[in-house]
T-cell receptor, first 116, second 111 residues
Framework: NAGVMQNPRHLVRRRGQEARLRCSPMKGHSHVYWYRQLPEEGLKFMVYLQKENIIDESGMPKERFSAEFPKEGPSILRIQQVVRGDSAAYFC??????????????FGEGSRLTVL | AQSVTQLDSQVPVFEEAPVELRCNYSSSVSVYLFWYVQYPNQGLQLLLKYLSGSTLVKGINGFEAEFNKSQTSFHLRKPSVHISDTAEYFCAVTGNTPLVFGKGTRLSVIA
């Protein structure tokens, strides 16, 4: 059973470009969470999605950031018009339906975004 | 809302010595508590969890933690550390909301 797969592992963008980060949850997991880790900081919750639904986006910046988890395919975190402050590691985690909101998450290895 | 405070940002310790990583939480509802470990350039891995029942929880790699409701703490301990335990450790809490993490404690084991 493959783990949570994130790609790309490393992404470099210039200011103003778009960044797209993809996450494929573990097989059988229908809940996906995105977290952002800034240097010397813990992980900050961004968004929680089910297939075709955003359950909780209270941690998402109001502008430039969006997330989706379509019926088919991976979840995507999209950052438009990136700025240097967006440089961070973005982690995706998944959980099976019966463990949603219990904190038992399975994490991917992260996508490290660098904005030049 | 929940919050987590990890009292030490860095903990250096000699190999085979005991270690305690401290975590305090704040919540107005019943909580589930977790410790996750992050090795360099990797994702987080669940170390142990407290959901209910016995307040002493044992996890992987010889770690254990004790849930203390009166002190709102969930400190992580290991009686004898190895070089391979060098990593970042995150305490986390949830009360039926997405997981809230502390800022992490960097454990450095010195040979």
């Amino acid at each position: 059973n493959a783990g949570v797969m994130q790609n790309p592992r490393h992404l470099v963008r210039r200011r103003g470009q778009e960044a797209r980060l993809r996450c494929s949850p573990m097989k059988g997991h229908s809940h996906v969470y995105w977290y952002r880790q800034l240097p010397e900081e813990g992980l900050k919750f961004m968004v929680y999605l089910q297939k075709e639904n955003i359950i909780d986006e209270s941690g998402m910046p109001k502008e430039r950031f969006s997330a989706e988890f379509p019926k088919e395919g991976p979840s995507i975190l999209r950052i438009q018009q990136v700025v240097r402050g967006d440089s961070a590691a973005y982690f995706c985690a998944s959980s099976p339906p019966e463990k949603r909101n219990t904190g038992e998450l399975f994490f991917g290895e992260g996508s490290r975004l660098t904005v030049l | 809302a929940q919050s987590v405070t990890q009292l030490d940002s860095q903990v250096p310790v000699f190999e085979e010595a005991p270690v305690e990583l401290r975590c305090n939480y704040s919540s107005s509802v019943s909580v589930y508590l977790f410790w996750y470990v992050q090795y360099p350039n990797q994702g987080l891995q669940l170390l142990l969890k407290y959901l209910s029942g016995s307040t002493l929880v044992k996890g992987i790699n010889g770690f254990e933690a004790e849930f203390n409701k009166s002190q709102t703490s969930f400190h992580l301990r290991k009686p004898s550390v190895h070089i391979s335990d060098t990593a970042e450790y995150f305490c986390a809490v949830t009360g039926n909301t997405p997981l809230v993490f502390g800022k992490g404690t960097r454990l450095s084991v010195i040979a």
